[in-house]
Each structure stands twice: as C-alpha cells, then as structure tokens.
C-alpha cells in the first residue's frame, strides 16, 4: 500500500518558512473568555509555544516569529530531510499539543500549516510583510472592539471596518481616546523567539586547561524594531542565514 501514500516523497529544499495558523480561534477566545483586543496570557502562551518549537520540539527552526493565533518557523536546515508531510503535520500538532498544555485547555486545539520557499533575501521580507500584518490586526482589534462596545455585533463591525485605510482607523480610534501609536510594542510589532548561541570557558581536568565551550539560550523579544527600518533589517540579516 505505500504507492498509495500521496505526497509521501514530496520534498521541500531549504531554506523556508513554516506557518502556523489557529483554527477556529475565535471560537476558542470564547471559551477561554480571552479579554479584548489583546489577552497579555494568550500572548504569553503563544510565546511560550514558540519557545519549546525553537527548543524543545526536535525540529530545530532558526526562530519563531508569532502574533495574534500564528506562528511562522523559520528554517535554514530541515529536519525529515524536508519531507512535506512530516515538516506540516509535526509542526501542527507540536504547536496544538503545547497551546493545549501552555492554556490548560479543555478543548481541542488545531493549527493548520503551510510552506513558504524563500531565498536568504526573500526571508527579510516574508517577516517585513508579517510584521506589517501585525500592525494591521492589531488596528483592526482595536477598532472592532470599540465599535462592539458601542453595541455592534462582530459582524457589523468587521463589516463597518472593511476597506478603511490604516489612517482611517487611526482617526476612529483617537476619537475615542484609543492612541494606537502608544499601544504595547509587542501588540504592534508581535514577538520574536531566537536561540543565541555563546560561548564559556571552563577548566577541563583531563586535559588540564582552560577550554571554551559552546552554550545556547533561547531569547523571547517583545520589545521588536519595526523590521523595514535600518535597525530592524540589521536584526533580520543577523538572524537569517543561509543554509
């Protein structure tokens, strides 16, 4: 039966993104009675997901950038000698298993997952654009929620929001005392999650001198440059390497 296995023995070549998006979340921020436009611990948690995927899960990606219910890995070397199959469905249920555990859900949680080819170039603007969808869902958060607190259903909101320009939505919030520009960075910009590798010395008693040893950490940055500025495409360049 193993011809009938689809796509078994389709490859993916580094290197490339995974992201991850929730299913239903919206759904689930019911359930979980999330606050409005933005829950500090669902942020935590997502980070915190993003954590163990770069530490702990085996698949080793370079990093993780998330906001809002995604998460995009990045990975300039492939584990499953970058079978699709397996890089898809193990990211997936990592990520489901770890939000379950990191929000102590009752409920099922599933993330869904794609792959996205780029050149060590092509990375900085997959993240550039990203972010920029941050910065766009965290607008919309804020407006969305000041028009249901006026006594909008979701869906006459979403509706009322709909094609209105970024600066619109900066006009509509102020106007109700909402200064988007001095929101939390980490709402604006979303969160970086890095491994940093350095190095200690230490003496080694067998051979009886000081040696330097390699020792990694891995870093949750909530306080994100905006990655088109000067500063923020040094920080991609320095983290995105090729493969």
């Known amino acids: 039966m193993k ?9 993916a070549l580094p ?8 299913r239903t979340f919206h759904r689930m921020a019911e359930s ?24 702990e899960s ?13 998460i995009s890995l990045y990975f300039s070397r ?37 792959i996205i ?27 969305q929620h000041a028009m249901m607190k006026e006594g909008m259903s979701r869906k006459d909101a979403a509706a009322f929001l709909k094609g209105k320009s970024s600066q619109e939505m900066h006009e509509l919030a102020f106007a109700r005392g909402i200064n988007l520009a001095h929101t939390p960075v980490w709402q604006r910009r979303g969160i970086l999650i890095q491994k940093k590798i350095y190095t200690i010395k230490g003496f080694n008693p067998k051979i009886g001198r000081i040696v330097e040893s390699p020792r990694s950490e891995v870093i949750i940055d909530r306080n994100l440059p905006v990655f088109a500025s000067p500063e923020g495409r040094a920080l991609l360049s320095s983290l995105l390497v090729s493969p």
């Open 58 to 70: 085996g698949l080793s990606p370079d990093l993780a950038y998330t906001f809002s219910d995604e």
């Open 78 to 114: 492939l584990p499953f000698n970058g079978r699709v199959e397996k890089l898809d469905s193990v990211c997936a249920s990592f990520s489901a298993s770890a939000l379950t555990i990191e929000m102590k859900s009752d409920q099922p949680v599933s993330f869904d997952a794609r």
């Open 32 to 55: 979980w009675k999330l606050e409005r436009p933005f829950d500090q611990g669902f942020a935590d948690a997502m980070a915190r997901v993003g954590e163990r995927l770069v530490a």
């Open 3 to 11: 011809h009938r296995e689809l796509f078994s023995n389709l490859v």
């Open 15 to 22: 290197p490339l993104f995974v992201r991850l998006d929730g």
């Open 117 to 143: 080819h780029v050149t060590p170039e092509l990375a900085s603007e997959y993240l550039i654009g990203r972010q920029g969808e941050a910065w766009r869902n965290h607008l919309n958060a804020y407006c």
